[in-house]
């Protein structure tokens, strides 16, 4: 494909399948564009989703943030790439049946979240174009691809799992990050009040009579997804 025809693509698509444009005039580059984008994951790692800006990167890598313009095209880019590694490949396909296949698949998904918590504030601006996400749809279509489902039905329910995923873990991110000392203070100032208030299930809820002190577990994670599963499973039936 031509260089300008390749400068039309969705930013980050091109060198995330290895595509290198002409080397530009200057000093040779101290960098390789996976050392850029392993820092920026490391640098998300260790202070979150804001600290990937192309200053705090530059500084992590010891060069201005201008010099990093020699690497990528614009934040944009950087935070494609970022993604497409810190996502990583898919599992493998396994010889389950598709609810098997899609609860591993859900699971791996969520893991990722897990591992790389800021993930899940990356802008989602554009279908994946690159390897590795690509590469999780294709998980995903193959796990249901038995099912009779229409493509259509199948890219729903690819939306809808993906959306459970990336909501369960911002939910379970953010809960289970409260301090201990402060849930219990919010829980012994509440519980009282709601059950003068009239809400005593409220009340059984916050104070752990109905729910995990420790946040939520893995539990109250499978649960929602295997309603998810049983809505699809009822859509297969019906067609």
């Known amino acids: 494909m031509d260089d300008d025809k390749i400068e039309l693509l969705p930013p980050g698509t091109a060198p995330a399948w290895g595509y290198t444009p002409a080397p530009r005039r200057g000093p040779k580059p101290g960098y390789s564009l996976e050392q850029i ?3 920026a994951i490391a640098q998300a790692d260790a202070e979150g989703f804001a600290a990937l800006s192309m200053p705090s990167i530059a500084k992590r890598l010891g060069i201005t943030a201008n010099a ?4 990528l095209s614009s934040k944009e880019e950087l935070l494609v790439l970022v993604a497409e590694s810190a996502w990583g490949p898919p599992p493998e396909s396994s010889d389950d049946d598709w609810r098997g296949s899609v609860t591993a698949w859900a699971r791996a998904l969520l893991e990722r979240c897990r591992r790389h918590p ?3 504030d990356l ?10 996400l690509l590469g999780w749809l294709e998980n995903f279509l193959e ?8 493509t259509r039905d199948v890219m729903g329910c690819v939306v809808l799992v993906d959306g459970w995923v990336r909501s369960t873990a911002a939910l379970v991110r953010d809960v289970n990050a409260s301090a201990p000392d402060r849930t219990l203070a919010l829980t012994e100032f509440l519980a009282p009040r709601l059950r003068e208030r009239g809400y005593p299930r409220v009340a059984a809820v916050i104070s752990g009579e109905a729910y995990g002190e420790d946040g939520i577990d893995d539990g109250d994670v499978e649960f929602g997804l295997g309603r998810i599963l049983d809505g699809i499973e009822a859509l297969i039936v019906s067609r």
Do not use: C, F, H, K
């Open 37 to 39: 984008v392993d820092a």
């Open 68 to 71: 990093l313009y020699r690497y």
């Open 118 to 120: 800021w993930l899940i």
């Open 123 to 132: 802008p989602v601006r554009n279908a994946p174009t690159t390897p590795n």
């Open 143 to 150: 796990a249901m691809a038995d099912t009779g489902l229409s």
